[in-house]
């Protein structure tokens, strides 16, 4: 029993030099961490959806930071409780075996960080970071008592944690109609469009966003290796050169182990 990575496949990514990766919510999901949409997601309602699109962005962040907060709180809890999974750490693996790994994430639960990824670029920032909207202090959700805020707190309260300056307090990350941080579109550039990885792995998205796609389409029409790992299909399933029907845990530890 078990994945079995197609055998041309394993040959193929073993004379790869560079390898970059691309990584949404489903790698999460063996962690306990609901996803937003596929099966079991947390838009599995559309209205929900909406909803929850409306929570987290800018503007319910100023004008009802409570609310905001609120939505938050269902991922920094559940992903406060739990670990990374056997996919995360298969791409520990991956970037020590690979003279060039780079990974792009979606994801905001410090899972790959707290794995041991190096060269990561969390394009939506990371919840447990925490910055005051006011005075632009700096803390961290789970480990700085003194910036008071504790992910138990916000979910028993459902309030918006306050700075000690009387400010509200909001996650470092990247809100619906907020731009994402220059630096990092700088270097996702540079590490996908200027120096095209050999092979281009895509992991657990739905694949919503332009700047996620397009990665994986210019890998293929420069004629790289492109691989998706998603049980379900998404808009770049008939671009790939291979997609894996498979969970993310099994398919990346096969490709970790045939390196
Ligand atoms: P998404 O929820 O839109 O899509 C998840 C995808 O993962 C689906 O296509 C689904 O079929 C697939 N999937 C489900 N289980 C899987 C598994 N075991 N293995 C492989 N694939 C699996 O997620 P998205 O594309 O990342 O975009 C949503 C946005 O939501 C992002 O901006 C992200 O920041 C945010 N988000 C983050 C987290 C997190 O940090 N863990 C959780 C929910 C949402
Ligand atoms: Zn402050």
Request: glycine share 10%.
């Amino acid at each position: 029993m078990g994945f079995v990575l197609p055998a041309e496949l394993a040959t193929r990514l073993r004379a790869a030099r560079s390898i970059g990766v691309i990584t949404g919510a489903g790698i999460s999901a063996e962690s306990g961490i609901p996803t937003y949409r596929g099966k079991g997601g947390i838009y599995d309602d559309p209205e929900q959806g909406d909803r929850t699109i409306e929570a987290l962005s800018a503007p319910t962040l100023r004008t009802d930071p409570d609310r905001a907060w609120q939505a938050i709180a269902k991922i920094a809890g559940a992903a406060s409780g739990a670990q990374p999974n056997a996919a995360h750490h298969a791409l520990v693996e991956i970037e020590r075996k690979v003279e060039r790994f780079v990974l792009l994430t979606q994801n905001v639960d410090g899972f790959h960080a707290a794995a041991g990824t190096r060269n990561l670029i969390d394009i939506h920032g990371d919840t447990f970071k925490l910055l005051c909207m006011k005075c632009g202090r700096r803390g961290d959700l789970s480990r700085e008592p003194d910036i008071e805020p504790c992910i138990q707190t916000i979910v028993a309260t459902g309030k918006a944690p306050r700075c000690e300056c009387g400010g509200t307090i909001r996650p470092d990350v990247v809100f619906f109609g907020e731009m994402l941080p220059e630096a990092k579109v700088q270097r996702l550039h540079d590490e996908f469009y200027h120096r095209v990885p050999d092979v281009v792995i895509s992991v657990g998205t739905s694949n919503m966003f332009p700047y996620i796609v397009q990665p994986v389409l210019i890998a293929a029409q420069q004629g790289r290796l492109t691989v998706e790992i998603n049980p379900e299909e998404t808009e770049i399933s008939g671009y790939v050169a291979y997609h894996l029907k498979a969970k993310a845990g099994e398919a990346l530890t096969a490709i970790a182990a045939a390196l």
